[in-house]
């Protein structure tokens, strides 16, 4: 059985055979400049269990905590923040199998081989259809940003069904897409950063969806045999939340990383010290180390207590835990982005080079760096916006995010 430690010296082991991690790293800007992870190091990931972490044991997934669930997305970013990425987009969709019946958890979830990737706005048109052998709904339409998709099996999407009456608000579904059924748009992931996660658009047209595999968007309650009895699932959606900034804490530690080894050799032009002589430099790469420290601390903590929360069955998160895991996540994608900056700052013209330094044979990834921390900073659910979703709540008003329900 895989278990965290073989998960971890997967990624970092040394030795004879090059690790995941120093795989993923070498391959990084092939995957970047293919706008996608190649196949072998993405089979190489299936097959060390990163896309079924979240998984229960009982259809063949590893079940981890929470807590080394985001562990081992930060490792994997520290090598390739796009493989961080993709790892957490397929894992957090395993969560959401915990609101679809047994007949879909069986026919979609079962096996040690499924990724997953997720695109959730806009909802698809859904239209009920009957067929031979069973009823359910004619999808259509197109959604953006399904990360990692030439790799998945399943796209977990928003469904519509327009109303019947004007005036009545639509019926929305959370369903699964068979990938193999879905136009895959290739050319549509052209970004600042974060390229080699592949989140191209994809397109339904007049996909049959069974009927048992579309379940209302609404707040619930976890009643699955297969989900119910395990704390993980408890959570609700929150974990999709906090590991959006598990890859940006990945990227700002390797930041931090590959400047104190540049510091050791480089002397920037016109001057005969090198970096680390440099009082700024000594300076500003302590701060960004206790930057980084009081944001892992904090977004681990609010992670730790909404774990501790739901530790009984028929338990279920208060609006405190999610506003704390909503205000670290947002907190640990901002730090991280501008400790990102300072070392890409304090790397000097090493800092927008690509490639390998001559003297070094260090490679240059701070503009990478900087590129996709500037790019996560972006999400929806991580972006600096939530800070006021939650400071409305604090101050007694109406919060304008609707996901606190869930």
């Keep these: 059985m895989t278990d965290v430690q073989t998960l971890l010296d997967a990624i970092n082991l040394d030795g004879s055979q090059p690790s995941l991690g120093a795989r993923l790293r070498a391959a990084a800007p092939a995957a970047e400049a293919n706008r996608r992870g190649s196949d072998e190091l993405v089979a190489a990931m299936r097959d060390a269990g990163l896309f079924r972490m979240w998984r229960p044991k009982s259809l063949g997934g590893l079940e981890l905590d929470a807590m080394t669930g985001v562990r081992i997305f930060e490792e994997l970013a ?3 923040s796009s493989a961080g990425w993709n790892a957490h987009i397929s894992n957090v969709v395993d969560i959401y199998g915990a609101w679809f019946p047994d007949s879909v958890s069986e026919r979609v979830y079962a096996g040690d081989h499924h990724i997953y990737s997720g695109a959730l706005n806009p909802p698809f048109i859904a239209a009920p259809h009957e067929r031979e ?4 709904y004619l999808l259509n339409g197109r959604a953006p940003f399904a990360s990692g998709v030439v790799h998945a099996d399943h796209v977990l999407a928003l469904a519509l069904i327009p109303p019947a009456t004007e005036g009545s608000p639509p019926d929305v579904f959370f369903t699964l897409l068979p990938q193999d059924q879905l136009v895959i748009h290739t050319s549509t992931w052209e970004t600042l950063g974060m390229n080699a996660t592949g989140s191209y658009d994809i397109e339904a047209k007049d996909l049959f969806i069974p009927a048992d595999q579309m ?28 590991a959006l900034a598990a890859p940006a804490l990945g990227v700002a530690r390797a930041a931090i990383d590959d400047l104190v080894e540049l510091a050791t050799f480089k002397v920037p032009f016109y001057t005969q010290r090198a970096l680390r002589d440099r009082d700024i430099v000594q300076s500003q790469v302590a701060r960004a180390k206790a930057q980084l420290g009081a944001a892992r601390a904090y977004y681990y903590e ?11 069955p028929g338990s279920s998160l208060a609006q405190a835990h999610k506003h704390k895991i909503q205000l670290a996540t947002c907190h640990a994608i901002e730090q991280s ?20 330094d001559p003297r070094s044979k ?32 604090m101050l007694g008003l109406d919060s304008d995010w609707p996901f606190f329900a869930f």
Excluded: C, N
């Design 78 to 80: 520290r090598y390739d």
């Design 133 to 136: 052998g069973g009823t359910g």
């Design 362 to 393: 260090l490679e240059l990834r701070f503009e990478k760096h900087l590129r996709d921390a500037t790019t996560m900073t972006q999400h929806a659910f991580g972006s600096t916006s939530r800070y006021e979703s939650v400071g409305q709540a």
């Design 337 to 356: 982005a501008e400790i990102v900056g300072m070392m890409f700052r304090l790397a000097g013209s090493s800092g927008f080079r690509r490639g390998t």
């Design 215 to 242: 379940v209302p968007l609404a707040p619930r309650q976890v009643t699955a045999p297969k989900y119910a009895t395990q704390q993980l699932y408890r959570l609700s959606m929150w974990p999709l939340v906090s």
């Design 302 to 312: 609010a992670l730790q207590q909404a774990w501790d929360a739901v530790e009984q």
